[in-house]
C-alpha cells in the first residue's frame, strides 16, 4: 500500500468530472490497490472521506470512515464504506448548517448547508450493490464525496464565507459553539 499526494484547491484535477468505472474492472487488482491507497491516504491525514479527485485519479470511486475518538466520544461513527460510482438523490428540501473540512483544503473549517436526508446507489468493492437511505451526519459526508467526484468542493457550498475559518482560530473561538454547529 502507498500514501498518496493530496492535491490541494488551485489544482485543476479538484474541478473536474471524474469518469464511472466499467463494473467488470473494479475487481481487478489495479482498482483494488488503488482503492487500499485511497484508504490508507485517508487514514494517514485523518481524513472523514477522500474522493479519488484528490488524489489525482478521474474515476468516481470514494471512500469514507469516522472511528470513535476518544478526545469526541460524542461524534457519530462510520464504518469503512467504499462507494463506486455513487448516485446521491435528496429525500428532503431540508438543509442544516453543518462544519466541514477538507483534506484539499487543510486546516480550514467551514458551515456548508446539506440535506439532512439523501438515498445513495453505488457499487461496493466487490462490484455489490449498495442502496440505501443516509441521514444527517452520513448524509453530509456522503455529499461532500459525491461533490468531489463533479469538481465540486465544500466552500462552493457555503453561503455565507464568513464562518470560513483557520483552524487555530475553529478551535479558539468556534469550537463547541452551540449555535454554530448544526
Ligand atoms: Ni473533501
Same mark, same amino acid.
Given at each position: 500500500?502507498?500514501?498518496?499526494?493530496?492535491?490541494?484547491?488551485?489544482?485543476?484535477? @479538484?474541478?473536474?468530472?471524474?469518469? /464511472?468505472?466499467?463494473?467488470?474492472?473494479?475487481?481487478?487488482?489495479?482498482?483494488?490497490?488503488?482503492?487500499?491507497? &485511497?484508504?490508507?491516504? &485517508?487514514?494517514? *491525514?485523518?481524513?472523514?472521506?477522500?474522493?479519488?479527485?484528490?488524489?489525482?485519479?478521474?474515476?468516481?470511486?470514494?471512500?469514507?470512515? %469516522?472511528?470513535?475518538?476518544?478526545?469526541?466520544?460524542?461524534?457519530?461513527?462510520?464504518?469503512?464504506?467504499?462507494?463506486?460510482? /455513487? %448516485? %446521491?438523490?435528496?429525500?428532503?428540501?431540508?438543509?442544516?448548517?453543518? #462544519?466541514?473540512?477538507? @483534506?484539499?483544503?487543510?486546516?480550514?473549517?467551514?458551515?456548508?448547508?446539506? *440535506?439532512?436526508?439523501?438515498?445513495?446507489?453505488? @457499487?461496493?468493492?466487490?462490484?455489490?450493490?449498495?442502496?440505501?437511505?443516509?441521514?444527517?451526519?452520513?448524509?453530509?459526508?456522503?455529499?461532500?464525496?459525491?461533490?468531489?467526484?463533479?469538481?465540486?468542493? *465544500?466552500?462552493?457550498? &457555503?453561503?455565507?464565507?464568513?464562518? @470560513?475559518?483557520?483552524?487555530?482560530? #475553529?478551535?479558539? *473561538? #468556534?469550537?463547541?459553539?452551540?449555535?454554530?454547529?448544526?
Amino acid at each position: 500500500m502507498a500514501i498518496l499526494k493530496v492535491a490541494r484547491l488551485g489544482h485543476p484535477v @479538484l474541478r473536474k468530472v471524474a469518469a /464511472p468505472v466499467p463494473e467488470g474492472e473494479i475487481r481487478s487488482a489495479e482498482i483494488q490497490r488503488f482503492i487500499d491507497d &485511497m484508504i490508507e491516504t &485517508m487514514r494517514e *491525514y485523518n481524513g472523514a472521506g477522500l474522493a479519488a479527485n484528490q488524489v489525482h485519479a478521474l474515476k468516481q470511486i470514494a471512500v469514507i470512515e %469516522v472511528q470513535k475518538s476518544p478526545q469526541h466520544p460524542e461524534a457519530p461513527e462510520i464504518p469503512l464504506t467504499v462507494l463506486v460510482n /455513487p %448516485v %446521491v438523490t435528496r429525500l428532503t428540501d431540508e438543509m442544516m448548517g453543518g #462544519w466541514e473540512g477538507c @483534506l484539499s483544503i487543510p486546516d480550514m473549517r467551514g458551515i456548508v448547508p446539506r *440535506y439532512t436526508a439523501v438515498t445513495l446507489q453505488a @457499487l461496493d468493492r466487490e462490484g455489490q450493490r449498495i442502496d440505501v437511505k443516509a441521514n444527517d451526519f452520513f448524509a453530509r459526508v456522503i455529499q461532500h464525496e459525491a461533490d468531489h467526484l463533479n469538481g465540486i468542493v *465544500y466552500v462552493d457550498r &457555503m453561503r455565507d464565507l464568513s464562518t @470560513l475559518t483557520h483552524l487555530a482560530e #475553529w478551535n479558539r *473561538y #468556534w469550537l463547541g459553539d452551540p449555535d454554530q454547529d448544526d
